[in-house]
């Protein structure tokens, strides 16, 4: 069976690195296939024991004890449980993970979970990551809007922040049930991207929710770095 190893840059350096002590140990004389094969087997080993991440998600219908279900199952596969978020909707839930370990640990979740959801009436996605590095704005904000429920208002307010350079970190909405109208009630935490302007944000969020008819508004920006 023919095997194809795909090596990226990262890979293709510590190729090369475990290469030169192959050299410098005196296997000069080894035959390309066995040198090649040598070279492999110690990236392969490599990678083996490196941490690596996956990300997956969970949704099925609440019930008691679904997400200690779940959980046993990810420890029982060696993974740890690097973050998470719970999320009730309907009489849905979403659980999102984001997982470490090492390869085989990663490799026995992803084969056994899709037959585990099974079981449990479960729909689950995973998919491989990095370990997050994030990046360093020196200005945030948090930003609050009370307001009558109605199509679009979320995606208005994603624009404005969009529109005036905003990243959205963060996000959440929730509405309020009341007569004679419901209320939706947003919060966003916001990071300043490069090419947007602090100065003048809060005014505009308040003009844009004056114009959308808002009960109540907020707009507080913090400066990490004085």
């Known amino acids: 069976m023919r095997q194809i190893v795909v090596v990226t840059t990262t890979g293709r350096a510590r190729r090369n690195n475990i290469l030169n002590k192959v050299v410098m ?6 035959p390309e296939r066995s040198r090649s094969t040598h070279i492999h087997n110690q990236l392969m080993d490599e990678r083996r024991f490196m941490t ?12 008691p004890g679904i997400v200690n279900e779940v959980t046993r199952h990810v420890s029982g596969c060696g993974c740890n449980i690097v973050d998470s978020r719970l999320g009730i909707f309907g009489n849905e839930f979403t659980f999102i993970m984001l997982l470490s370990g090492d390869w085989n640990s990663l490799m026995q979740l992803e084969i056994s979970l899709p ?25 945030s904000a948090n930003a609050e809007i009370l307001i009558r429920d109605q199509p679009g208002i979320v995606s208005q307010c994603t624009q404005f922040f969009s529109d005036h350079g905003w990243d959205i970190q963060a996000m959440q909405t929730m509405t309020l049930e009341q007569q004679p109208y419901n209320l939706l009630k947003a919060s966003f935490q916001l990071n300043l991207a490069k090419q947007g302007e602090a100065a003048g944000s809060d005014t505009a969020f308040a003009g844009f929710c ?5 009960e109540s508004f907020e707009f507080i920006v913090n400066n990490k770095h004085a």
């Open 210 to 214: 004056r114009e959308l008819g808002a």
């Open 25 to 30: 140990s005196g296997c000069r004389e080894w």
């Open 115 to 139: 037959l585990r959801s099974q079981e449990w009436e479960l729909i689950t996605m995973m998919k491989r990551t990095e370990r997050h590095h994030s990046l360093q704005y020196d200005i």
């Open 52 to 63: 690596h991440y996956l990300v997956v998600t969970a949704i099925g219908t609440d019930r």
